[in-house]
């Protein structure tokens, strides 16, 4: 009686199977290291990530990395509104006391800060205001930063006028003069 089933696997397929889950594990482990964070431009250990704007206006802390799914950032050089998310290796004490050194440096005016395990500093320069939150990173390892940048509070929306042409005062948006604050900024909060 013969068996019926499947043939027997020969040196030369199994041979070939081996080549082919090889080269499928080489093409996932390139993707993989492709896709992770690169330095930015405060670290010297590696280039500025391609394509990513080059903040002027603001001091980045070293040995950071840039978390490009949690920033969000509109405009350019020194004109530029959003969220900067970014994680380094230096302790929470040492990115505060690192604000708190370089943000007069670039011109900034200190408004306000809190020093604690979740620290908050706050800073104003033309018509931009900065809020840095600075804490520690995912199960204590680092620091996480969240850099916003912000329009001065009294005009909205409307007090940011980047270079490029942005919404009311000189130089921006539809006619001459501020665009007028809508209901929304107005009304009480209830």
Known sequence: MQKRGRKPVT?????????????????????????????????????????????????????????????????????????????????????????????????????TSIRSSTSVLTYQMDNRVATIQVASGRFGLGTQVDFWMNPRAGGGASSFTPSSGGYGGPGGGAGSGPASRGSIDSAPLK
Not at 12 to 31: D, N, P
Request: glycine share 8%; with cysteine; proline share 9%.
């Open 11 to 111: 040196r030369a397929k199994l041979g070939w199977i081996v080549v082919l889950a090889a080269a499928g594990a080489l093409a996932a482990c390139s993707e993989m290291s492709s896709s992770s964070p690169r330095p930015s431009n405060g670290n010297p250990a590696g280039p500025a990530q391609p394509g990513f704007a080059q903040f002027t206006d603001i001091p980045i802390p070293p040995k950071n990395t840039i978390d490009l799914d949690r920033t969000l950032v509109f405009g350019s050089d020194r004109d530029w509104i959003g969220r900067v998310a970014l994680s380094t290796s230096m302790a929470v004490g040492e990115v505060y006391d690192f604000y708190k050194r370089e943000m007069p440096k670039l011109g900034w005016t200190e408004l």
